[in-house]
């Protein structure tokens, strides 16, 4: 994702008018299931835009959609240390590792998950640097 600086709209003029404007890096994934199968990771076409300080979903899914709630999948950041915004394993949300940055502002929505929806919610929009999905797929036994 591409993330561009833009201004709070209490704050602006007229031709001082900005948003975040985020936009994927990443589009495209491929993920293999124990299965066989194979799913692509997509995200949006356009433009994501919010303002700094509010909340934003940044989209995301498989292609064909399946339950990603028993997968592992990760939004990242290269430029950072740590470089994880969000983590998802295993039916859970791990912390453990996230970037403190983004400490309580990263969340999936569990009840999309099991219908390929691994989007992105991200509260209180700060300025950052681009933002990478990625995703693995771990196989019950």
């Known amino acids: 994702m591409m993330l561009h600086l833009k201004k709070r709209l209490s704050t602006l003029t007229h031709t001082d008018f900005s948003v975040l404007v985020f936009r ?40 064909p959609s399946g339950d990603a709630a028993d997968m592992t999948f990760e939004w990242a950041r290269p430029d950072l240390k740590p470089r994880f915004i969000h983590v998802w394993h295993n039916y859970q949300d791990l912390h453990n590792n996230q970037h403190q940055s983004y400490k309580g502002r990263t969340s999936v929505d569990v009840n999309k998950l099991k219908h390929g929806d691994i ?23």
Do not use: E, F, R, W
């Open 24 to 63: 994927h890096a990443v589009v495209l994934l491929l993920l293999t299931d124990c299965c066989g199968g194979l799913s692509q990771v997509v995200g949006p076409t356009q433009p994501v835009i919010a303002m700094i300080d509010d909340d934003v979903i940044l989209p995301c899914h498989l292609k």
């Open 119 to 141: 989007s992105l919610k991200l509260s209180k929009v700060k300025i950052h640097g681009p933002l990478y999905p990625s995703i693995s797929h771990s196989c019950p036994h």
